[in-house]
Protein backbone atom coordinates (compact mmCIF):
# COMPACT_ATOMS: atom_id res chain seq x y z
CA UNK A 1 0.00 0.00 0.00
CA UNK A 2 1.58 3.83 -1.08
CA UNK A 3 1.94 5.63 1.97
CA UNK A 4 2.91 9.45 1.63
CA UNK A 5 4.56 11.79 4.12
CA UNK A 6 5.08 15.71 3.88
CA UNK A 7 7.87 16.99 5.81
CA UNK A 8 9.17 20.62 6.07
CA UNK A 9 10.36 23.56 7.99
CA UNK A 10 7.26 24.31 8.96
CA UNK A 11 6.71 28.30 9.86
CA UNK A 12 7.07 30.44 6.33
CA UNK A 13 7.87 34.50 6.59
CA UNK A 14 5.71 36.32 3.66
CA UNK A 15 7.90 36.77 0.71
CA UNK A 16 10.24 33.64 1.20
CA UNK A 17 9.45 30.87 -0.58
CA UNK A 18 7.69 27.53 0.62
CA UNK A 19 9.29 24.04 0.34
CA UNK A 20 8.15 20.88 0.97
CA UNK A 21 8.86 17.41 0.27
CA UNK A 22 6.89 14.55 -0.07
CA UNK A 23 8.51 10.91 0.91
CA UNK A 24 6.52 8.16 -0.90
CA UNK A 25 6.73 4.55 0.20
CA UNK A 26 5.17 1.16 -1.15
CA UNK A 27 5.39 2.58 -4.47
CA UNK A 28 7.52 4.09 -7.13
CA UNK A 29 6.77 7.84 -8.20
CA UNK A 30 8.05 6.60 -11.78
CA UNK A 31 5.27 3.86 -11.93
CA UNK A 32 2.47 4.15 -14.71
CA UNK A 33 0.38 6.03 -14.96
CA UNK A 34 0.60 8.17 -11.48
CA UNK A 35 0.52 12.21 -10.73
CA UNK A 36 2.07 13.13 -7.78
CA UNK A 37 0.63 16.22 -6.58
CA UNK A 38 0.68 18.76 -4.22
CA UNK A 39 -3.02 20.17 -3.10
CA UNK A 40 -3.62 22.59 0.01
CA UNK A 41 -6.61 23.45 2.22
CA UNK A 42 -6.50 26.88 3.81
CA UNK A 43 -8.17 27.26 7.55
CA UNK A 44 -12.00 27.00 6.59
CA UNK A 45 -11.50 26.90 2.65
CA UNK A 46 -11.86 24.14 0.65
CA UNK A 47 -9.24 22.11 -1.34
CA UNK A 48 -6.97 23.29 -3.70
CA UNK A 49 -4.72 21.36 -6.22
CA UNK A 50 -1.40 23.34 -7.09
CA UNK A 51 0.00 21.09 -9.27
CA UNK A 52 1.78 17.68 -10.10
CA UNK A 53 4.84 15.92 -11.55
CA UNK A 54 3.60 12.78 -13.28
CA UNK A 55 5.20 9.46 -13.56
CA UNK A 56 7.15 10.65 -16.58
CA UNK A 57 8.94 14.10 -14.68
CA UNK A 58 6.53 16.23 -16.61
CA UNK A 59 5.00 19.31 -14.51
CA UNK A 60 1.94 20.65 -14.63
CA UNK A 61 0.22 23.75 -12.39
CA UNK A 62 -2.32 25.53 -10.99
CA UNK A 63 -2.88 28.37 -13.97
CA UNK A 64 -3.36 30.59 -10.40
CA UNK A 65 -0.46 29.83 -9.24
CA UNK A 66 1.82 28.70 -11.73
CA UNK A 67 4.20 31.41 -11.82
CA UNK A 68 5.36 30.83 -8.33
CA UNK A 69 5.48 26.98 -8.43
CA UNK A 70 7.80 24.66 -9.05
CA UNK A 71 7.80 20.53 -8.62
CA UNK A 72 10.50 18.41 -8.82
CA UNK A 73 11.54 14.80 -8.05
CA UNK A 74 14.64 13.08 -6.76
CA UNK A 75 13.89 9.21 -8.08
CA UNK A 76 16.66 7.68 -5.74
CA UNK A 77 15.15 8.91 -2.81
CA UNK A 78 11.35 7.98 -4.59
CA UNK A 79 10.41 11.95 -3.45
CA UNK A 80 9.02 14.82 -4.52
CA UNK A 81 9.16 18.87 -3.81
CA UNK A 82 7.22 21.75 -3.98
CA UNK A 83 8.82 25.18 -4.15
CA UNK A 84 6.12 28.03 -3.48
CA UNK A 85 7.90 31.27 -3.67
CA UNK A 86 6.97 35.00 -2.65
CA UNK A 87 4.01 33.20 -0.13
CA UNK A 88 1.80 35.90 1.51
CA UNK A 89 0.05 35.04 4.50
CA UNK A 90 -2.81 33.30 2.58
CA UNK A 91 -0.87 30.93 1.21
CA UNK A 92 -1.08 29.65 4.95
CA UNK A 93 -2.57 26.41 4.38
CA UNK A 94 -2.63 22.58 5.05
CA UNK A 95 -0.70 21.07 2.08
CA UNK A 96 -0.94 17.44 1.00
CA UNK A 97 0.87 15.39 -1.09
CA UNK A 98 -1.48 12.81 -3.00
CA UNK A 99 -1.04 10.51 -5.57
CA UNK A 100 -3.35 10.56 -8.51
CA UNK A 101 -4.94 9.28 -11.82
CA UNK A 102 -6.52 11.02 -14.84
CA UNK A 103 -10.31 10.00 -14.69
CA UNK A 104 -11.28 11.25 -18.22
CA UNK A 105 -9.90 14.87 -17.69
CA UNK A 106 -10.00 14.99 -14.42
CA UNK A 107 -7.49 13.44 -11.72
CA UNK A 108 -8.61 11.51 -8.85
CA UNK A 109 -6.96 10.90 -5.61
CA UNK A 110 -6.51 8.10 -4.09
CA UNK A 111 -3.45 8.05 -2.16
CA UNK A 112 -2.87 10.75 0.89
CA UNK A 113 -0.26 12.45 3.28
CA UNK A 114 -1.96 13.46 6.64
CA UNK A 115 -1.01 16.88 5.56
CA UNK A 116 1.45 19.85 6.84
CA UNK A 117 0.41 22.90 8.60
CA UNK A 118 2.56 25.76 7.21
CA UNK A 119 2.05 28.76 8.53
CA UNK A 120 2.77 31.99 6.59
CA UNK A 121 3.57 33.86 9.59
CA UNK A 122 6.02 37.20 10.36
Known amino acids: QVQLQESGPGLVKPSQTLSLTCTVSGGSITTNYYYWSWIRQPPGKGLEWIGYIAYTGRTHYSPSLKSRTSISRDTSKNQFTLQLSSVPPEDTAVYYC??????????????WGQGTQVPVSS
Open 98 to 111: ARGGYSGRSLCFGS
